[in-house]
């Protein structure tokens, strides 16, 4: 079929058959289908959608413009799992989720991106590590997750290389936000990893992708239906993202809170509750741990026994980094030269954040990319951000600006302040009244 007979029955609302949709996909690969008509298909996807039926074929079709990985010949004796997150602020889950469940017999490839606007990257977290290596070989990175248990590294262009093309013209037609097009940009890469159980962590509130509840709800259940639909076990979490889920946000700054964290120094609750409930889901959904509570018992083992730190700590080590880093990781990871407390104007409480702002003053810093050749600062960010909720008093820490000069911490606490919404505590409150970070599960009925 012609690519622009292709684009006019999805313009006209029609639906398209699964053949053509494969047959599109290989013209995009092959050069064959212009940005044009690119533009014009993801216009008109936008605007009309896809069937459950479509959005598969879709999602096949771009996994297949590439290489998937085959992990059978490695006779792993483990299932192969990963997590994808819509993106967030502080949200550093991947370093310590990989780690915790190799510890339990899982295999993690977990293909990650940078930052994106406001969000943060696993990538440009990793790349605060000395001589760690995101760039390698397929061959390198099935033996670096047979041998330790999961590797983390950016995307190849082995793998759906279909998406690269479409997404690259989605970013700069304002078609970003086409739910079929999210789903199958996501899945198509997950599939090529060859993985038997996916977990989405999709996020909600001021610091989400998706700007509210129902848009984050139905990004949810189409990964999910849309994965099953693929023949990959797939579930979602969606998790609040009204405040960061570290109480950091930046590049070096977030690897030291994961450090913390898999050693036990310190484990925020909100960071732990999240990161328990996806490992937790993944277990079950994958059948590793179909009991979740011997799952759950078993990643807090791996936790207390040092040997989801011992893991990291393996996987750095391959992947071209220190191999001492996790017991000596302030000797690798850069400082900030200026440290600035954001101080409490007056007594209240802080009732809550614009999470979306206080990413973007993290942008600012230097800790993420305003345009794409920027060279992101790993120093800077955020740290010991108060939580929603908390009672302060006029002088107390709300958080540390971390930063590169004095004026750079003076632009980013104007920015900070913006962020936060103080008030009067309500009379029989007392401290910090935590609410849940999963907000929802979403399984195939």
């Not at 900030?336 to 702002?357: E, N, S």
Request: proline share 4%; aromatic share 4%.
């Amino acid at each position: 079929m012609l690519p622009q007979e292709f684009i006019r029955i999805k313009r006209d609302g029609g639906q398209l058959a699964e053949a053509d949709i494969r047959e599109f996909i290989q013209g995009v690969t092959a050069d064959r289908v212009s940005e044009g008509q690119i533009a014009a298909f993801t216009m008109a996807t936008y605007f009309n959608g896809m069937t459950r039926a479509e959005a598969v074929a879709l999602t096949m079709a771009m996994r297949d413009s590439g290489r998937v990985l085959d992990w059978k010949a490695l006779n792993l004796n483990g299932p192969v799992v990963d997590k994808h997150s819509t993106g967030g602020v502080g949200d550093v889950v991947s370093l310590m989720l990989g780690p915790m469940l190799a510890a339990c017999g899982c295999y993690v490839p977990m293909i990650s991106g940078r930052g994106l606007g406001h969000t943060g990257g696993t990538l440009d977290k990793l790349d605060s590590i000395p001589g760690y290596q995101t760039n390698i070989s397929i061959e390198k990175f099935q033996s670096v997750v047979r041998d330790v248990g999961v590797a983390i590294i950016g995307q190849t262009a082995e793998l759906a290389p279909a998406d690269k093309r479409i997404y690259a013209t989605r970013d700069v037609t304002a078609t970003v936000e086409s739910i079929p097009l999210i789903t199958a940009s996501i899945l198509s890469k997950k599939l090529a990893a060859g993985l038997d159980a996916l977990v989405m962590d999709v996020k909600v509130g001021s610091g989400a992708f998706m700007p509210t509840l129902e848009k984050s709800r139905h990004l949810a259940n189409s990964i999910v239906e849309v994965g099953n639909g693929a023949g990959m076990t797939t579930t979602a979490l969606l998790t609040d993202m009204n405040e960061a889920l570290a109480p950091c946000a930046g590049n070096a700054i977030e690897v030291r809170c994961a450090i913390d964290y898999l050693t036990g120094k310190s484990r925020p609750a909100r960071l732990h509750e999240v990161t328990m409930a996806l490992c937790v889901e993944l277990l079950a959904s994958s059948g590793q741990f179909e009991d979740k509570v011997a799952g759950n018992a078993r990643l807090e083992r791996s936790l207390s026994d040092g040997t989801a730190a011992e893991i990291f700590q393996k996987m750095v080590a391959a992947l071209g980094g220190p191999t001492d880093f996790v017991e000596h990781a302030d000797r690798y990871l850069a400082r900030a030269a200026v440290i600035r407390p954001v101080l409490a104007p007056a007594d209240g409480m802080v009732q809550a954040f614009d999470t979306r702002k206080l990413g973007l003053a993290v942008v600012t810093l230097g800790g993420g990319r305003q345009r794409a050749s920027d060279v992101i600062d790993p120093a800077v960010g955020l740290s010991e951000i108060v939580a929603v909720g908390r009672e302060v008093k006029r002088g107390d820490l709300l958080m540390n600006i971390q930063a590169a000069s004095i004026e750079a911490a003076e632009r980013a606490q104007a920015s900070v302040m913006d962020a936060i919404t103080f008030g009067d505590p309500p009379a029989a409150c007392t401290g910090h009244a935590r609410t849940s970070a999963v907000v929802e599960v979403v399984r195939l009925p």
